[in-house]
């Protein structure tokens, strides 16, 4: 019976852990609405998200402004006229 409360014990301290965050870079550039709550608590308490997770909110906004990086640069066929 002992050693049963020791391992349920054990068990539910275990599970009262820091879970580890399922925010991928992914997810986070495909949802800006989160992206921007994120990114204001990194802003505000980065200590508190861990770096982990703002580091990847930081690449998620990259993704985001930069793009996928697929696309080629065209330049016009004609120069600009200053």
Same mark, same amino acid.
């Given at each position: 019976m002992n050693k049963s409360m020791v391992m349920i014990l054990a068990v539910a301290l275990a599970a009262c852990g820091k879970s580890e965050s399922t925010?991928?870079?992914?997810? /986070?550039?495909?949802?800006?609405?989160? /992206? @921007?709550? /994120?990114?204001?608590?990194? @802003?505000?308490?980065?200590? @508190? /998200?861990?770096?982990?997770?703002?580091?990847?909110?930081?690449?998620?906004?990259?993704r985001r402004f930069f793009g996928d990086s697929k696309v080629p640069y065209n330049p016009p066929k004609e120069s600009p006229k200053f």
């Amino acid at each position: 019976m002992n050693k049963s409360m020791v391992m349920i014990l054990a068990v539910a301290l275990a599970a009262c852990g820091k879970s580890e965050s399922t925010e991928t870079v992914a997810s /986070l550039a495909a949802n800006p609405e989160r /992206l @921007k709550e /994120l990114r204001q608590q990194c @802003k505000t308490d980065r200590a @508190k /998200l861990g770096g982990e997770l703002c580091n990847r909110v930081a690449e998620a906004s990259n993704r985001r402004f930069f793009g996928d990086s697929k696309v080629p640069y065209n330049p016009p066929k004609e120069s600009p006229k200053f």
